[in-house]
């Protein structure tokens, strides 16, 4: 029989302060994005489409209509060299669109 080697593992009192900054720069980058989101896509677009989240380099970003994802689709390139001016920390290298509500969003079944 051999016998592993056992791995020191820190403590999570070590690792909870570099979680919370990871964190606190991540919320941080998203606010910046969404600050910047209707100067990007336009007050319409941006009426109909919100920024929910970044991870690893991507933006998620929420539809109330397949229109606005439709288009937006088109608009990558720019859409991604616009917000990583706003955010330049975040690295955005992409944008997700996906379907869903979206909060605050002017209502379409009228």
């Known amino acids: 029989m051999t016998r592993q ?3 020191e593992v820190d403590p999570l009192g070590a690792l909870l302060p570099g979680i919370l900054k990871q ?6 980058a998203l606010q910046q994005v969404q600050a ?3 100067a990007a896509v336009g ?10 989240s970044i991870r690893r ?17 088109f ?8 917000l ?4 330049p920390d975040a690295k955005i290298e992409d944008v997700v669109l996906r ?10 079944d009228e």
């Open 57 to 73: 380099g991507v933006v998620y970003v929420q539809t109330d209509e397949p229109g606005a994802s439709f288009t937006l689709t």
């Open 99 to 108: 379907a869903g509500h979206v909060p605050g969003a002017a209502s379409t």
């Open 36 to 38: 910047a989101w209707a």
């Open 5 to 7: 080697k056992r791995r």
């Open 84 to 87: 990583q001016q706003a955010a």
């Open 43 to 52: 007050r319409a677009m941006a009426a109909h489409t919100k920024p929910v």
């Open 23 to 28: 964190a606190g720069a991540r919320q941080q």
């Open 75 to 82: 608009e990558k390139t720019r859409l991604v060299r616009a």
